[in-house]
């Protein structure tokens, strides 16, 4: 009995792996190392000290975690932010990873819970833009991760059900989003259904499910 259930569960998982044709793929953590850039930027609009900004708001909602500090949205995205953005950093092998997932014939896109101004100048800095089809941001839908709302969205927009996408990100409210929408986890330096510490490492997880 266990052996025809455990074969009964290979074979969906190799049939949903073959069905891959989308990666959605969180910003912060994940394609840039921004945290720096966030803390200087909170710490500019309400004061609040590294522990406070580690354990409440990073990986939130940015709309939410505005309302909460009393920012102006505007204010904070256009002047306050891009005063700190000599903190962002491409994170290695970003470039050569989305390159490859393309000519793999993947559809792309980004999924984070920044604002859409702030996500654009982000994008656009590193020239990151040309290699998604869809970019949806805390703007876009009404809730943010954890919450699938933006998974959905985002695999609506390209085109895709959600079992056919691969969701990646860095934070609990990543894995937990795709997994509500239906989607393979593969969690950035933590759990997942699958675990990478290098983004060059993606390509080669995917390319694997395709083929098993």
Request: aromatic share 6%.
């Amino acid at each position: 009995m266990e052996e025809r259930e455990e074969r009964a569960a290979k074979d969906t998982r190799q049939h949903r792996n073959k069905l891959i044709k989308a990666v959605l793929l969180d910003m912060d953590g994940v394609l840039v190392k921004s945290k720096e850039a966030w803390f200087r930027a909170f710490k500019e609009t309400a004061g609040v000290e590294r522990e406070t900004f580690d354990t409440r708001y990073w990986g939130r909602d940015l709309n939410k975690n505005l309302a909460e500090i009393g920012g102006d949205r505007v204010h904070f995205c256009e002047v306050v932010f891009p005063r700190h953005s000599d903190a962002v950093e491409i994170m290695g092998g970003v470039d050569e990873a989305l390159k490859q997932l393309r000519e793999a014939g993947l559809s792309l896109a980004v999924i984070t819970n920044t604002t859409e101004k702030c996500t654009r100048q982000i994008l656009s800095g590193f020239g990151l833009e040309r290699y998604f089809q869809t970019v949806v941001t805390s703007d876009t839908v009404s809730r943010g991760k954890p919450n699938p709302e933006m998974v959905i969205h985002a695999c609506n927009a390209l085109g895709v059900e959600p079992r056919e996408a691969v969701v990646v990100g860095d934070s609990e409210e990543d894995m937990s989003a795709g997994k509500s929408a239906g989607c393979y986890t593969v969690g950035f330096k933590i759990e997942g259904d699958d675990r990478i510490k290098d983004l060059r490492e993606l390509p080669q997880i995917i390319t694997a499910m395709r083929n098993e």
